[in-house]
């Protein structure tokens, strides 16, 4: 078998975790317009607590990844990877694949913010700027005060503030917490968040909305048909799969250098937007998608490069 070295496993693993992701947004984005999203998050969850118990746990530490010392921040760390999640798919049901995509991935961009805020990090002139063509991009394609403007568009954006206020607190237990320990209690978390809502909303006695997002956030419960199991399978084994392949990624290979491959995911929702829903962005979305990209590329360059061996959150779940 051929060898790889840590840097090219990193990049591999990376890779195939960002194929995961992609075809996870497409398939919820499908299945956006017949389920409701508690229901999607719900069977995607069991399956991937499955794929993490049955076949993640063994390979690593075993029943061992439910032991922690720090049960309340995993809680409130799992209730914010719900909401980043909730946040982005109900944003997706209404909105092209790669704008929803783009605007997310302002995160590491607000992610400089808040560490400058909550950890007293300092931010050089540089990454201020590059801040604020990330910013921009995100008007330009959200275009407010305009027809074009989207209250749906909002919503990606939340994503990326929860997914910041994650790394966070991420960089709180980092230290004591494995990334298998943390997996596992996200996919606890998602399970019991989606329980509650599909008790609390699962008559459909709210589901008459002509919203597309809302329509996914209150229609009521149903049982999947058969043709569509296939499709929940696979959000469910890449959310597995795609969740250990991104930390074995961190784990293995230098953060400053595997990191820029996750905006792999931003051409390939392109693509896929393109292929799948036929959504071919605009010249503004194009310039708003560059100025997101390149000033996110350089600030996950430059928070990588000043500390290239901490502990950093993907990007994706």
Not at 22 to 27: C, E, M, P, Q
Not at 120 to 135: D, K, N, T
Not at 205 to 226: K, N
Not at 256 to 271: G, K
């Amino acid at each position: 078998m051929m060898h790889l070295s840590p840097t090219k496993l990193g990049v591999l693993c990376i890779a195939i975790s960002v194929v995961f992701f992609s075809i996870n947004d497409v398939a919820i984005k499908f299945l956006s317009g017949d389920y409701a999203l508690y229901q999607v998050v719900l069977i995607r969850s069991v399956i991937g607590l499955l794929i993490i118990v049955a076949l993640i746990a063994p390979l690593t530490s075993g029943w061992s990844i439910a032991r922690t010392q720090r049960l309340p921040m995993h809680i409130l760390r799992g209730l914010f990877v719900v909401l980043a999640n909730m946040t982005f798919f109900l944003g997706l049901a209404a909105m092209p694949l790669a704008d929803a995509v783009a605007i997310f991935f302002i995160s590491p961009l607000i992610i400089t913010i808040f560490s400058t805020l909550f950890l007293g990090e300092s931010v050089g002139p540089r990454r201020w700027i590059a801040i604020a063509v990330g910013f921009i991009g995100v008007l330009v394609m959200m275009q407010p005060g305009t027809e074009a403007f989207q209250l749906a568009s909002l919503l990606p954006l939340a994503a990326a503030f929860c997914y910041a206020t994650i790394h966070i607190i991420t960089r709180r237990i980092g230290g004591t917490e494995s990334a298998e320990t943390m997996a596992f209690y996200i996919q606890i978390m998602f399970i019991v968040v989606s329980l509650a809502m599909g008790l609390a909303l699962g008559n459909g006695q709210f589901g008459d909305q002509s919203d597309p997002s809302l329509a996914f956030l209150l229609r009521e419960w149903s049982w999947p048909v058969v043709a569509d199991y296939p499709v929940f399978l696979i959000i469910g084994v890449g959310i597995g799969l795609g969740g250990f392949l991104i930390s074995q990624a961190y784990r293995v290979a230098e953060a400053s250098f595997i990191a820029p491959f996750e905006y792999l995911a931003l051409p390939m929702s392109v693509v896929l937007g393109m292929l799948v829903f036929n959504e071919f962005p605009g010249g503004l979305d194009y310039l708003g998608m560059t100025f997101i990209l390149g000033s996110g590329l350089f600030t996950v360059w430059r928070d990588t490069q000043n500390q290239s061996k901490t502990l950093q959150e993907p990007l994706r779940r």
